[in-house]
């Protein structure tokens, strides 16, 4: 039986960075519990360099914003995607309805 998974938990309106934790955890394939602001991509989930660039892709989708390659990959912890996602989505135009 497939599992639901974190991000498909979530309300359509969850905050942005709890969004981005989700989209982390299940991208990883980690527990929600275990992705947090000070863990680290790398040494703490397991993250390479393909993982940042289909985190980056994914974040665009999802967000509708672009992401530059060197700000994700210069990201070390779950804290540093969250505070660059949380600063792209701030500055993207807004949609007009």
Do not use: N, Y
Not at 53 to 61: G, Y
């Amino acid at each position: 039986m497939p599992h639901d998974t974190v991000t498909e938990r979530l309300p359509a309106d969850a905050p942005v960075e709890d969004r981005v934790r989700a989209l982390l955890a299940d991208h990883l394939g980690h527990d929600a519990a275990r992705v947090i602001d000070d863990a680290r991509l790398v040494q703490d989930l397991g993250a390479d360099s393909l993982d940042f660039v289909e985190i980056a892709i994914t974040v665009e989708e999802q967000f509708s914003i672009e992401v530059p390659d060197d700000q994700v990959e210069s990201a070390r912890t779950v804290g540093d995607i969250v505070k660059l996602v949380r600063s792209l989505v701030d500055a993207a135009p807004t949609k007009a309805a």
